[in-house]
């Protein structure tokens, strides 16, 4: 696309937006008219879809030797879901003269197919930026002695007065089972977790506190490389089973729970976990208390309500020196496993996150936001979740980027689900395993397609988040314009830069997409994977606080980064 193009807007208004640019002028004149601009709970985001069931992994259960459960029993994607909001109003450029004071904003809001997203809706717009100018001669103001910004009709416009959660980063687990040599190799290690060309930008990698402290040695040295060479890693630890001795079934399969009368121990055995890796030169982060206290299986597990967890971290949480503490990790994210110690008053300071998975929560009415814990000041983590439906029975197209059916599956529900998580302001996503044949990264199972050690077409989609939304920043308010409707657009500030990224499902392409920051942005860099590109460089205009995006392909993950 020429230069020339991006120009144009200033000149003429489509119908939409010279409707918009009228009531923005009609506002400035008369002052009352027009709605009110009180804004709605951000956090607030209802369910807008049931989704269809959850289909079973295809190979989940019993690890065999060597084997692993690697593949969840119940990774159902829970149905689509298709985002069609469009904007109502943006509020427009405030015109000049006058006092100089600017136009009043309409307060636009989002209205989809999938119900009110108050969160995400439109921005309440201050009516944009006014120039004061010098005194005119005849009384007044709104001179031209500072030269008049350049206008553009903005599709995406990013408030940073508006603030949501802040961003803790996204990741992946190691592998969890088996041997020492089944770990990642170093030059994985860098693919996760740097931020150059051809790596993920993987801020938290997820490990197993293994019952057995003789096989904690084994993810020493992807631990203690992932944290010299990445920037910004943190280690997130998660107990699958006590030690056998400790619960009802003496076993670590099969369910069974923690008995009472060694929660004292249990706790030391978390310490001591954290302590060995500290001899080791890996600080652990964080620590979970237990991994899927609801779900049964007959490979590592452990039982637990929502009560015990209130038990245990009333008299033992302390004994756990060092790492934020995390509960519960339920499979469906139920919030019956983390009320009750929420609800606590002394419990409720005794631990700093809550945690949970997605495994068929988007059917049972549970991907939603969590008003309670984020009332408690608690930060909220999605830490487990894959998906796989799209090679049916099992086949080799993973490691075929272009493969439609891989492409759609990552599209419309991996990326769409990181896309949502932000909207409903949980503050990290951790992906299963990294290393998988479904994953960021290939495998090397001939009978799925991969290469060993191969950056798949999911690790580039995953990685437009990940590589560029930093462990610290701030999700703040974003409006889309209706002429991109068909794009859900989250926006990031942080380090001086201000990150957006755009999720397109439609069918439709979007050229010169303008976004708008309050302050000029003097860099910019845009990046985009599709089924037919990786990560692949967006031309990007710079015209005073606009960055216009040369396009936005169908059916694609679009990241622009700006510096101001």
């Known amino acids: 696309m020429q230069a020339h193009r991006h120009l144009e807007k200033q000149h003429i208004l489509s119908p939409p937006r010279f409707g918009r640019w009228l009531a923005a002028l009609l506002l400035a004149v008369l002052p009352g008219c027009g709605p009110g601009s009180d804004e709605q709970n951000p956090t607030t985001f209802p369910a807008t879809d049931g989704g269809g069931l959850g289909v079973l992994g295809a190979t989940g259960g019993s690890p065999e030797a060597g084997a692993t459960p690697s593949d969840h029993p119940i990774a159902g994607s829970g149905g689509f879901f298709i985002d069609t909001s469009v904007d109502l109003a943006s509020g427009g450029i405030a015109p000049r003269g006058g006092t100089g004071g600017g136009?009043?904003?309409?307060?636009?809001?989002?209205?989809?197919?999938?119900?009110?997203?108050?969160?995400?809706?439109?921005?309440?717009?201050?009516?944009?930026?006014?120039?004061?100018?010098?005194?005119?001669?005849?009384?007044?103001?709104?001179?031209?002695?500072?030269?008049?910004?350049?206008?553009?009709?903005?599709?995406?416009?990013?408030?940073?007065?508006?603030?949501?959660?802040?961003?803790?980063?996204?990741?992946?687990?190691?592998?969890?089972?088996?041997?020492?040599?089944?770990?990642?190799?170093?030059?994985?290690?860098?693919?996760?977790?740097?931020?150059?060309?051809?790596?993920?930008?993987?801020?938290?990698?997820?490990?197993?506190?293994?019952?057995?402290?003789?096989?904690?040695?084994?993810?020493?040295?992807?631990?203690?490389?992932?944290?010299?060479?990445?920037?910004?890693?943190?280690?997130?630890?998660?107990?699958?089973?006590?030690?056998?001795?400790?619960?009802?079934?003496?076993?670590?399969?099969?369910?069974?729970?923690?008995?009472?009368?060694?929660?004292?121990?249990?706790?030391?055995?978390?310490?001591?976990?954290?302590?060995?890796?500290?001899?080791?030169?890996?600080?652990?982060?964080?620590?979970?208390?237990?991994?899927?206290?609801?779900?049964?299986?007959?490979?590592?597990?452990?039982?637990?309500?929502?009560?015990?967890?209130?038990?245990?971290?009333?008299?033992?949480?302390?004994?756990?020196?060092?790492?934020?503490?995390?509960?519960?990790?339920?499979?469906?994210?139920?919030?019956?496993?983390?009320?009750?110690?929420?609800?606590?008053?002394?419990?409720?300071?005794?631990?700093?996150?809550?945690?949970g998975h997605l495994y068929g929560a988007e059917t049972a009415g549970k991907f939603v936001a969590y008003p309670l814990a984020e009332q408690k000041g608690k930060r909220i983590w999605m830490t487990e979740w894959l998906i796989h439906d799209a090679d049916g029975s099992g086949s080799n197209i993973w490691g075929d980027g272009s493969n439609q059916a891989v492409w759609d599956e990552t599209l419309d529900e991996v990326i769409r689900y990181v896309d949502r998580s932000m909207q409903i302001n949980w503050s990290a996503f951790i992906w299963w395993w990294g290393r998988r044949f479904?994953?960021?990264?290939?495998?090397?199972?001939?009978?799925?397609?991969?290469?060993?050690?191969?950056?798949?077409?999911?690790?580039?989609?995953?990685?437009?988040?990940?590589?560029?939304?930093?462990?610290?920043?701030?999700r703040v308010r974003t409006a889309t314009d209706s002429a991109v409707s068909g794009l859900s657009a989250t926006a990031y500030q942080g380090e001086d830069k201000i990150v957006v990224v755009m999720l397109n499902r439609s069918i439709a392409e979007h050229d010169d997409v303008v976004i708008a920051i309050p302050n000029d942005v003097t860099f910019a860099q845009a990046y985009v994977t599709s089924r037919t590109a990786d990560q692949q460089a967006v031309t990007v205009t710079l015209t005073g606080h606009y960055a216009t995006l040369d396009n936005i392909p169908a059916r694609s993950v679009a990241t622009v980064v700006m510096s101001y």
């Open 103 to 355: 136009g009043a904003g309409i307060s636009g809001e989002t209205i989809g197919t999938g119900g009110t997203v108050p969160g995400t809706g439109g921005d309440l717009a201050s009516g944009g930026t006014a120039t004061s100018g010098g005194a005119g001669d005849t009384g007044g103001s709104g001179g031209t002695d500072g030269g008049t910004p350049p206008t553009l009709d903005a599709d995406i416009t990013v408030s940073p007065g508006t603030k949501y959660q802040v961003i803790d980063g996204f990741g992946a687990a190691l592998p969890m089972w088996g041997s020492a040599s089944d770990m990642w190799t170093t030059d994985e290690v860098h693919k996760f977790v740097g931020t150059g060309e051809g790596e993920l930008g993987l801020s938290l990698l997820r490990t197993i506190i293994d019952p057995d402290s003789n096989r904690w040695s084994y993810a020493v040295a992807n631990l203690t490389e992932a944290k010299s060479y990445g920037e910004h890693v943190r280690i997130v630890a998660s107990p699958w089973s006590p030690p056998a001795n400790m619960k009802s079934n003496n076993s670590t399969k099969d369910g069974g729970s923690l008995l009472a009368q060694y929660y004292d121990n249990y706790a030391v055995h978390l310490n001591s976990y954290v302590q060995y890796m500290a001899a080791q030169g890996v600080t652990i982060d964080v620590v979970s208390i237990q991994n899927e206290p609801d779900w049964s299986p007959d490979y590592d597990g452990c039982e637990w309500t929502g009560e015990q967890f209130r038990v245990f971290l009333s008299e033992n949480a302390a004994a756990i020196n060092g790492p934020k503490l995390m509960i519960a990790e339920s499979l469906q994210f139920t919030r019956g496993f983390t009320d009750p110690s929420l609800n606590d008053s002394i419990v409720v300071n005794n631990f700093d996150i809550v945690g």
């Open 438 to 474: 479904y994953s960021f990264v290939g495998d090397g199972e001939a009978a799925f397609g991969t290469i060993k050690g191969q950056v798949l077409k999911r690790g580039y989609a995953f990685s437009q988040y990940a590589k560029f939304v930093r462990p610290g920043y701030t």
